[in-house]
């Protein structure tokens, strides 16, 4: 299977537990999207690498959140001191050019007790 | 700021009818419009993209229109299908495409 992956597929934390998830994406994708989406919503844009450069971040992104993407192949999320807000579905999107189709992981289930 | 409102919440039609969704965005001039799939538990999948010089594109029984003066984008289920049953989210990105804006989707339903 070459699609994204997505790991761990479900976390349940304790609030002011720090988490992190890893994505990996389409191999000869150099685009790589993190997002969060909660009921009923679409996904909420949280950042964007270029090969290993974090290149946008959205401005409501708390600075307890985090991004890499070491040598532009895998990504990880880290969310530090976890609050019950952070609960959501944090999907991975990979894409071979810019605008272009983005192929999405089946996402990290979050749930902060 | 930037909004994306797209047509009611839930939309159902009967099976073999055209379903269309709508998208309609203020405070924006994107360079990408897409539309993705998605059903519960599970990614979007994309299905079309259309970019601000194009003003329409097709894909099987799936068709896409995107009105900058307007600012909205028609999305066409034809000869609809219970299966075609989903939620269904238009995207929007600016020139770099790095910036993606969902809209907060429509859950459609097509009846047998």
């Known amino acids: 299977d070459t699609g994204v992956s997505q790991d761990p597929r479900h976390k349940i934390t304790k609030r002011g537990q720090n988490v992190t998830f890893r994505c990996d994406p389409i191999?000869?994708?150099?685009?790589l999207y993190w997002y969060r989406q909660t009921l009923g919503q679409g996904p909420e844009f949280l950042t964007y690498?270029?090969?290993?450069?974090?290149?946008?971040k959205s401005r409501l992104l708390s600075d307890r959140f985090s991004a890499e993407r070491p040598k532009g192949s895998f990504s990880t999320l880290e969310i530090q001191r976890t609050e019950q807000g952070d609960s959501a579905m944090y999907l991975c999107?990979?894409?071979?050019?810019?605008?272009?189709?983005?192929?999405f992981g089946p996402g990290t289930r979050l749930t902060v007790l | 700021s930037q909004k994306i409102e797209q047509n009611s919440e839930a939309l159902n039609i009967q099976e073999g009818k055209t379903a269309t969704l709508t998208c309609n965005y203020t405070?924006?001039?994107?360079?990408?419009l897409q539309w993705y799939r998605q059903d519960p538990g599970r990614g979007p999948v994309f299905l079309l993209l259309?970019?601000?010089?194009?003003k329409e594109k097709r894909k099987e029984r799936l068709k896409v229109t995107f009105d900058t003066t307007l600012k909205q984008s028609l999305f066409h289920i034809t000869a609809s299908q219970p299966a075609d049953s989903a939620t269904y989210l238009c995207?929007?990105?600016?020139?770099?495409?790095?910036?993606?804006?969902f809209g907060p989707g429509t859950r459609l339903s097509v009846l047998p």
């Open positions: 999107a990979s894409s071979p050019r810019p605008g272009g189709e983005q192929f």
């Open positions: 191999s000869e994708h150099n685009r």
């Open positions: 690498f270029q090969n290993e450069a974090q290149l946008e």
């Open positions: 405070n924006y001039s994107p360079a990408y």
């Open positions: 259309i970019r601000e010089n194009e």
């Open positions: 995207a929007l990105a600016g020139d770099y495409g790095q910036n993606f804006v």
